[in-house]
T-cell receptor, first 110, second 115 residues
Framework: GENVEQHPSTLSVQEGDSAVIKCTYS??????FPWYKQELGKRPQLIID?????GEKKDQRIAVTLNKTAKHFSLHITETQPEDSAVYFC?????????FGAGTRLTVKP | DAGVIQSPRHEVTEMGQEVTLRCKPI?????LFWYRQTMMRGLELLIY????????DSGMPEDRFSAKMPNASFSTLKIQPSEPRDSAVYFC?????????????FGPGTRLTVL
């Protein structure tokens, strides 16, 4: 089955700096790659996603890139703010079978 | 829409007791997922249903766990008998398969503590 690895497990940046989180997946058939943000004590919520026929997608301060050949995808957050502090999960999906990475705890220091 | 609804939000029980977690998906969604989240193992897919039919239950840890979806608006996850290692947050999520994206919407979760 699909295996998703996510790095780093923790990331601390200064407010205003950029943050990058990277994931790799194992199954070349995966075709949907969402990113979820989970604040402490709350549910995971989708922040951005990308399909396998697209290489890059941007939404304001966040962007995701996908390299199908290398089977890796990344989340980029620019101009980080303290409210970006949370745990971020990547996932790879074939149809409904979605597998999550282990998560990255991002801390943005004011 | 109220989103995915889960109950109870918190459950504290003693080892050996039966636990039933409930989920109501978003109206119109045809896929439903049960996840377990722990610090050690992260977010694990336990089972998912498509059109009320269980498609993949390979993530169910053992026979003590069972899930049902008797209709499109209700699902249960049952643990019998419960053990302390089952303590976790259990999330239900739903999605519309076949739509432009496979976005899964998560419920608020049930925090289960087994003493």
């Amino acid at each position: 089955g699909e295996n998703v690895e996510q790095h780093p497990s923790t990331l601390s940046v200064q407010e205003g700096d950029s943050a990058v989180i990277k994931c790799t997946y194992s199954d070349s058939a995966s075709n949907y790659f969402p990113w979820y943000k989970q604040e402490l004590g709350k549910r995971p919520q989708l922040i951005i996603d990308i399909r396998s026929n697209v290489g890059e997608k941007k939404d304001q301060r966040i962007a995701v890139t996908l390299n199908k050949t290398a089977k890796h995808f990344s989340l980029h957050i620019t101009e980080t703010q303290p409210e970006d502090s949370a745990v971020y999960f990547c996932a790879a999906s074939i149809s409904n079978d979605m597998r999550f990475g282990a998560g990255t705890r991002l801390t943005v220091k004011p | 829409d109220a989103g995915v609804i889960q109950s109870p939000r918190h459950e504290v029980t003693e080892m050996g007791q039966e636990v039933t977690l409930r989920c109501k998906p978003i109206s119109g969604h045809n896929s439903l997922f049960w996840y377990r989240q722990t610090m050690m193992r992260g977010l694990e897919l336990l089972i998912y249903f498509n059109n009320n039919v269980p498609i993949d239950d390979s993530g169910m840890p053992e026979d003590r766990f069972s899930a049902k979806m008797p209709n499109a608006s209700f699902s249960t996850l049952k643990i019998q008998p419960s053990e302390p290692r089952d303590s976790a947050v259990y999330f239900c999520a739903s999605s519309l398969t076949g739509g432009p994206r496979n976005e899964q919407f998560f419920g608020p979760g049930t925090r289960l503590t087994v003493l």
